[in-house]
């Protein structure tokens, strides 16, 4: 695959995980009702943190230079 499309396919997925927390699906929302509202908190910030990789990794990929 392209690096190109590589890196706009982790751009907007990236983009996506940070416009809907607990992983785009409502997943966080149903682990606060069972309970594990702790479990979501920390999920939520290790889901934003790869969300922020995978746009900074997508960016290099677009703005890389071909050989």
């Known amino acids: 695959m392209d690096k ?3 890196g706009w396919i982790q751009i907007v997925g990236g ?3 940070l416009l809907y ?5 409502g997943f966080g929302g149903m ?5 594990f509202s702790g479990v979501s908190m ?3 910030w290790a889901v934003t943190l790869l969300a922020l ?3 900074i ?8 230079k071909k050989k």
Do not use: A, K, R
């Not at 927390?21 to 699906?25: D, F, Q, R, V, Y």
């Not at 682990?31 to 309970?35: A, E, F, L, N, V």
């Not at 990794?57 to 890389?64: K, L, M, N, P, Y």
């Open 15 to 17: 983009v996506l995980v």
């Open 4 to 6: 190109q499309v590589l």
């Open 42 to 44: 920390m999920g939520g």
């Open 53 to 55: 990789l995978f746009i």
């Open 21 to 25: 927390p607990g992983g785009g699906l």
């Open 31 to 35: 682990m606060g009702m069972m309970g």
């Open 57 to 64: 990794t997508g960016i290099h990929f677009v703005t890389e």
